[in-house]
C-alpha cells in the first residue's frame, strides 16, 4: 500500500447521484434490495484511493478490510450483504458501483491467505497483506489518536463490481 501524500478530494455528491440512478433504472432488482448507498474512497490517500481503485480496475481486487473502529469513528454502519458503495478516485470523481456479497469480522489474525489474495496488493500473498495492512492501520488510527492492536475486530469484505455494465463482473 502507498504511504499518503494528499488527502483524497471530497466525493463529487451530484455526480455520485446521478450513476445511482443510471445504475437504479437498469438494474432496479439489484438497488431496491438494497437502496441505501455510500460514496467513498478506498484508503486514507488521494494516491492510495487511485492505487486500490486501478487494482479494482486492472487486477481483479475483490475485497477490501477495515476495521470496525473506523467506521464506528466516521459513524457510519457497518455494510451488509447485498449493500453498495460508489467507490471514487482520488480527485473525488465517481467511477464504479461495488455490491457487498460477503462479509465476515475478525482479528488480525484471522486473514488467510485466499482474502489477501482477493485483495491483490503487492504479490497477493498472506505475508505482504499483513505487513501493509499493519503499517496502514497503525497510521489510520494514530491520525484519530487511537493505537491498533492485532486484537481490533476487522471487517474482512468481498465484493461485485455492479456498474457500470463495461466494467461489471
Known amino acids: 500500500m502507498t504511504e499518503p501524500r494528499g488527502a483524497a ?10 450513476m445511482w440512478a443510471d445504475y437504479e433504472s437498469a438494474r432496479p432488482a439489484l ?19 487511485d492505487e486500490l481503485l486501478d487494482l479494482v ?5 475483490r475485497a477490501t478490510a477495515e476495521l470496525v473502529s473506523e467506521f464506528a469513528a466516521r459513524g457510519d ?20 458501483v461495488i455490491r457487498t456479497t460477503e462479509l465476515r469480522i475478525g482479528d488480525f489474525t484471522t486473514a488467510d491467505a485466499a482474502f489477501a ?4 496488493e503487492g504479490d497477493r500473498s498472506l505475508e505482504t497483506w ?8 497503525q497510521r489510520t488510527c494514530a491520525a ?7 486484537s481490533d475486530e476487522i471487517v474482512f469484505e468481498r465484493f461485485h463490481v455492479v456498474w457500470p455494465p463495461e466494467l461489471a463482473d
Not at 57 to 61: D, E, M, T
Not at 144 to 150: F, K, L, P
Open 57 to 61: 480496475l486492472s487486477c481483479g481486487k
Open 130 to 137: 499483513a505487513e501493509g495492512h499493519r503499517r496502514y492501520w
Open 9 to 18: 478530494a471530497p466525493v463529487d455528491d451530484t455526480a455520485a447521484t446521478r
Open 77 to 96: 454502519s457497518l455494510p451488509r450483504i447485498g449493500s453498495h458503495w460508489i467507490a471514487c478516485d482520488g480527485a473525488g470523481v465517481p467511477r464504479i
Open 31 to 49: 438497488a431496491d434490495a438494497c437502496p441505501e448507498y455510500t460514496v467513498e474512497h478506498f484508503g486514507d490517500s488521494a494516491e492510495l484511493a
Open 117 to 120: 489474495f482477493d485483495e491483490a
Open 144 to 150: 484519530r489518536g487511537a493505537v491498533w492492536s492485532e
